[in-house]
């Protein structure tokens, strides 16, 4: 079992539990619970900044569109976006697929919570910052943007589905070593790593406190794989994440 904070849709504050994540178990005060007996708030209420192109396979297949103009390099620096708050939404919430759109992207991702403001981090002190991690699944219209925001494609309400709790930071020996799944209907449709970032966590999170800060409950989604799996209305879909848990959502029609 795994030290945890879970946030109970009952409850205002968060409370200690013990997770399986495997399992999709917890125990509160010595009653254990299955994960889809209990309905949760998203553990996560800061501002939601994304690394895009932090997985190599994504980089490598947009590396066509840097070398033309007007870049003719891929960045050097990381490239962030943001996910507002109407974007956060909970295990178990319904995702609202819009009316003109027939499927939506996965993205399938580790989120790391910071405890304290970060600024200027050094990869060494990376860790002492990490609050704890949770399962993300970025969410997106399917999109070819490069060289401009993809805002109208990622920013709609509830695209940024996290949970169903946050794993304590020093429960994890490993987070650039996880595994992640993605399930649709019950159904494997990827496999990947946090082994393949292109920027380690550590690194990331040094890099990108070299210009910007992050504050207390703020959450970084360390980057999200490439040619995730796609679902439409109707779908169940999963996103596990080794060592985190699993992040179960529906997908409805917008109507």
Known sequence: MM???AYFSDSKIPVQVNVDPDQNELIYQNDRYKKHDVTF????SGT???AALNFKD???NYKHAFEQ?????PPEAPVMYIKPINTITA?????PLPNHESYLQTGPSLGVVFNETATQVTKEEAFNYIKGYTVINDLSIPHESVHRPAIKEKARDKFCPAGPWLIQADQINNPDDL???VYINGELKMSHSTSNLVRSIPQLIADITAFMTFYAGDT???GVPDNAPTAQAGDEVTVHVQEVGSLTNTITSES
């Open 3 to 5: 030290k945890s904070k």
């Open 41 to 44: 708030n998203a553990p996560i």
């Open 48 to 50: 939601v900044y994304g």
């Open 58 to 60: 994504t980089l490598e």
């Open 69 to 73: 103009e007007p870049y003719k390099a």
């Open 91 to 95: 295990e178990k919430a319904s995702i």
């Open 179 to 181: 595994d992640i799944y």
């Open 220 to 222: 970084l989604i360390v």
